[in-house]
């Protein structure tokens, strides 16, 4: 991206971060009980798990029972979910493995930004007995999650504690990518001004481009951009719930 298309996308990019901080100060949607084998949404950096309200209502009306992750630390407003991703996952295992009191035995995820490698780093640790959950995870959808860590994260770092996990190189990037084999597709925010394109996915055969996309227009974009992204989630993951 050169330096004048990268100013033309930070409008957009300034709106959707309003409009998302703006959603970490709704009351979570409840979705209801969960099916056998519900879609688990998994939130990004900056989001309560009230961001993934109009994406969660959105799959439910294509089929799929919906269930939220809950917000993670430090919980509040845009402040959530920016913990080390280890503290993250921790929080994630225990969610995951609670729904098995609720009747259920899988799982199918779709995850936004840092969810997704949230969900993939707590799958590597059960794949190495590092962890245990009753419930399995079956497949995943990611959103604009950086596989390839973030340009700014090494300065970030100093002050937002889940940017050291996204500098080129981190442990917990190489962890996620172990895992890589839950990911079935990886949708991608062509015109993000956070994390690159290039960025957002491990197999180049399993991204779906979502032309004009900003990072956060998959949860808190348009109407039209909302429902684009949960039919590419139903797609990839199938509505049989």
Same mark, same amino acid.
């Given at each position: ?12 990019? =300034?709106?959707?971060? *309003?409009? @998302?901080? &703006? +959603?970490? !100060? $709704?009351?979570?949607? /409840?979705? #209801? ?51 080390? =991703?280890?503290?993250? *996952?921790? @929080?994630? &295992? +225990?969610? !995951? $493995?609670?729904?098995? /009191?609720? #009747? ?51 300065? =970030? ?10 500098? $080129? ?73």
């Amino acid at each position: 991206m050169t330096r004048l298309e990268y100013l033309k996308t930070l409008p957009s990019y =300034l709106s959707g971060s *309003v409009r @998302q901080t &703006l +959603a970490t !100060l $709704d009351e979570p949607t /409840d979705f #209801g009980l969960p099916a056998q084998r519900p879609v688990v949404l998994i939130p990004g950096a900056f989001c309560t798990a009230s961001v993934m309200n109009r994406l969660g209502r959105a799959i439910q009306q294509l089929g799929p029972s919906v269930v939220v992750a809950p917000s993670f630390p430090y919980y509040f407003s845009a402040f959530a979910n920016l913990c080390r =991703l280890e503290q993250a *996952v921790v @929080q994630f &295992l +225990a969610f !995951l $493995d609670g729904l098995a /009191d609720q #009747g259920v035995a899988e799982v199918d995820l779709a995850a936004h930004s840092n969810g997704g490698l949230i969900c993939l780093i707590g799958q590597d640790l059960l794949e190495r007995g590092a962890a245990q959950s009753r419930v399995r995870m079956r497949r995943l959808v990611t959103m604009a999650t950086p596989f390839g860590g973030f340009p700014g994260a090494r300065v =970030l770092g100093l002050m937002i504690p889940c940017c050291r996990d996204l500098v $080129d190189g981190a442990e917990a990037l190489e962890r996620a990518a172990r895992a890589r084999s839950l990911v079935v597709r990886s949708l991608i925010s062509a015109a993000d001004t956070l994390i690159p394109p290039e960025r957002q996915y491990l197999d180049p055969d399993q991204r779906t481009i979502m032309d004009g996309f900003q990072h956060m227009d998959f949860i808190v974009g348009s109407a039209d951009r909302v429902a684009r992204s949960a039919a590419e989630v139903v797609r990839w993951l199938g509505n049989g719930c």
